[in-house]
């Protein structure tokens, strides 16, 4: 009798454990979510130009997943994309510009001079500083309704206020770019996973991280 017990129990252990709500289920959920999400930019940022705006829906869609476990992702994703179009499109444009100039000049210097120059220097760190910005922007775009100068504003603040973490943010992006130049099968094995998922998994861990420290400001009514 004890030995059926002990049986009933452990079927219902494993019942639990598969059953629609339980640990496997969310996983994969939370997968087949980020796969979906990942098409979804894709989709959106193929004119390029868009790409704010894609990553600023990509967060709304995460920042649900984390806070309400809301797994409507295709739906909320083009909602938000939507909503959030104008004021991320300003954004997305100003950004794909400086980045052609970025190129633009990258290239002149590498064929005009020879090692690492001043000028080189500089328009390497004015990248960074780019780069730490709009790890916040879009994110604040996803989150907030504000105008165009407090949104810029408020991420320069907060990429001020929060070095660690801008760091870690930056990092996760440079890191990843990094580890595709190391090998031509890290190359491929990064290339191949962000057109499934990858993409959408870095900004689902970016939306972590943010969201902490959104909340934090929100609680102090600083933003």
Not at 181 to 203: D, E, Q, R, T
Request: glycine residues 6%; charged residues 15%; contains cysteine.
């Amino acid at each position: 009798m004890r030995q059926n017990e002990m049986r009933r129990k452990e079927v219902k252990n494993v019942d639990r454990f598969f059953d629609v709500g339980g640990p496997v289920y969310r996983v994969l959920a939370k997968i087949w979510g980020l796969m979906v999400l990942n098409f979804c930019i894709l989709l959106t940022s193929l004119p390029l130009v868009t790409t704010g705006v894609s990553l600023s829906a990509a967060y709304t869609v995460c920042f649900k997943m984390h806070e309400k476990n809301d797994m409507q992702v295709m739906k909320n994703y083009f909602v938000a994309f939507k909503q959030n179009f104008k004021q991320a499109m300003v954004f997305s444009m100003i950004q794909s510009l400086i980045s052609v100039l970025f190129i633009v000049d990258g290239w002149y210097f590498v064929q005009t001079f020879h090692g690492i120059t001043l000028p080189m220097v500089g328009v390497g760190v004015t990248a960074l500083f780019i780069l730490f910005i709009t790890q916040y922007l879009y994110a604040y775009i996803a989150r907030y309704q504000d105008s165009l100068k407090n949104s810029l504003v408020n991420s320069l603040k907060l990429t001020v206020m929060n070095v660690f973490t801008s760091i870690l943010l930056a990092g996760m992006s440079i890191g990843v770019i990094a580890l595709m130049f190391l090998s031509s099968n890290l190359f491929v094995f990064i290339l191949y996973m962000s057109v499934f998922i990858g993409i959408a998994f870095m900004i689902f861990l970016k939306a972590f991280l943010l969201l902490g420290i959104f909340k934090k400001y929100e609680k102090m009514k600083e933003i």
